[in-house]
């Protein structure tokens, strides 16, 4: 019963911004860290973002300044606010999550994807 849906993925000029959201659901006890990954075509899935439980967050130094890691537990949901992109910034954007589920234990998960595209 638990999974991660993405949203918000879709077209944008460069220099624009779109936000991405990743809500998690199903027998949830709690949340623990979150992220945001990207595999461009042709790349490796990269790391771009991480939240942690107390808020902490950190970024790949590629969007340092321009991308946003938000969490909204009460929604049991991760946003990126990604701002000034670049096409660069073109990938498959991939929620992860560390959950506790309820009668089950810790475990990762990963969300379907939603495509985010930057065109010149």
């Known amino acids: 019963q638990v999974q991660l849906v993405e949203s918000g993925g879709g077209w944008v000029q460069a220099g624009g911004s779109l936000r991405l959201s990743c809500a998690a659901s199903g027998r949830i006890f709690s949340i623990n860290s979150m992220y945001w990954y990207r595999q461009a075509p042709g790349k490796q899935r990269e790391l771009v973002a991480g939240?942690?439980?107390?808020?902490?967050?950190n970024y790949v130094d590629s969007v340092k300044g321009r991308f946003t890691i938000s969490r909204d537990d009460a929604k049991n949901t991760v946003y990126l606010q990604m701002n000034s992109l670049k096409p660069e910034d073109t990938a498959v954007y991939y929620c992860?999550?560390?959950?506790?589920?309820?009668?089950?234990?810790?475990?990762?998960?990963w969300g379907k994807g939603t495509l985010v595209t930057v065109s010149s």
């Open positions: 992860n999550a560390d959950l506790l589920i309820l009668f089950s234990g810790s475990s990762n998960y």
């Open positions: 939240i942690t439980r107390g808020g902490s967050t």
